[in-house]
């Protein structure tokens, strides 16, 4: 497995170059950024030049407010920049975000994506071809492009797409067209073995391709600390979060794997504002079955058996992007994930 660094959103422009080489230094093999309070493409502008053996990537740039032509040009500006170590990771949204948001008309997710992807595809072979742009699908209709507007070929144009997504569908469509998924760090071994996987797989065979063309990246609640206290303080964060998730529909299916039944109460006691109570509802044994709950010198032997023949590439999922450690310690822990 690869292990990768996850920008906390707090991260401003100014702290980027500092943090790439940072993680660089730690042994990270790359670093992702995600689109929250920052747009997730020019901080990997930035640590490109700063730390130029990491691979980079969004985690994830939300699809449908852009146009594909957008994504599609700075996505080749990211792969020629970069030596082709940039992963486009795109995400639909839930649709209050897109519309009441961004301002976008909300339609079919996995269609329109599906749509999307084939236009980056699209976009970038006439990059890279100098053939003329001719796509027409449902959702998108591209048939301009001339040379004043190319930005030209470039040295690594196959520039590997991995979308998000919770439930089988966008799982199958990963499999059917995508080089990586992003699995949602809100995510327990059976779930992935039992929705995430085999929807892939269908996928991708139904495409003729193998389930292993596709790498599932994540990230993982790592619940650890240097003594009681602070390992109480983790578990505690983590029960938060891991609340929040719960409390949403969208990851419902998560709970239904496992049979949990406090997925209604704790959406009700969001719809009331109840957010400081919510972490009680979580047992210790969810937070063991969503995430690692370890010393820190055990928490890279048990990733490893976790997750090393599920997934291809792991961040630890903390609050402030990082377990709570000094530098050497870290760096042991990432060593040890591999």
């Known amino acids: 497995m690869k ?32 689109e929250t309070a920052h747009d997730p493409f020019i901080p990997l502008a930035l ?38 170590r940039f992963i486009l990771g795109l995400g639909t949204q839930v649709k209050p975000h ?11 997710a996995s269609g329109r994506l ?21 796509f027409h699908s449902e959702e998108y209709r591209l048939t301009l492009m001339t040379p004043f507007f190319s930005p030209g070929p470039i ?14 569908h966008l799982a199958r469509l990963a499999g059917e067209r995508c080089q990586g998924f992003h699995v949602h760090p809100f995510h327990t071994v059976r779930y992935l073995d039992d929705v995430v996987l085999p929807n892939i797989a269908a996928g991708a065979a139904d495409h003729g391709r193998p389930p292993s063309d596709i790498e599932l990246i994540s990230t993982v609640f790592v619940v650890t600390g240097r003594d009681e206290a602070e390992m109480r303080t983790a578990m505690a964060a983590a029960k938060q979060q891991i609340a929040f998730y719960a409390s949403t529909p969208t990851y419902r299916i998560v709970l239904e794997t496992h049979g949990w039944d406090f997925g209604e109460r704790l959406n009700g006691m969001s719809r009331r504002g109840e957010w400081e109570s919510m972490a009680a509802v979580i047992p210790d044994e969810v937070v063991e079955e969503v995430g690692i709950v370890a010393e820190p010198d055990e928490v890279g032997p048990a990733i490893k058996t976790r997750y090393g023949d599920r997934l291809a590439r792991i961040g630890y999922y903390t609050l402030d992007g990082s377990p709570r450690l000094d530098d050497a310690a870290l760096a042991t822990m990432v060593a040890a994930s591999r």
């Open 114 to 134: 599906r749509d999307y992807i084939d236009a980056l595809r699209a976009i970038w072979s006439s990059f890279q071809t100098g053939e003329a742009l001719r």
């Open 3 to 34: 292990v990768d660094y996850y920008l906390p959103p707090s991260t401003t422009a100014r702290e980027v170059a500092d943090v790439a080489r940072w993680a660089a230094g730690l042994g990270y093999d790359g670093l992702f950024s995600a």
């Open 47 to 84: 640590a490109a030049q700063a730390a130029p053996t990491l691979t980079l990537g969004t985690a994830i740039a939300v699809a449908f407010p852009r146009s594909p032509m957008v994504t599609a040009q700075v996505a080749w500006d990211l792969a020629a920049m970069t030596d082709g």
């Open 98 to 108: 897109i519309v009441r948001r961004f301002a976008v008309a909300w339609t079919t």
């Open 155 to 168: 040295g690594h144009p196959d520039i590997p797409i991995a979308i998000a997504g919770v439930g089988p």
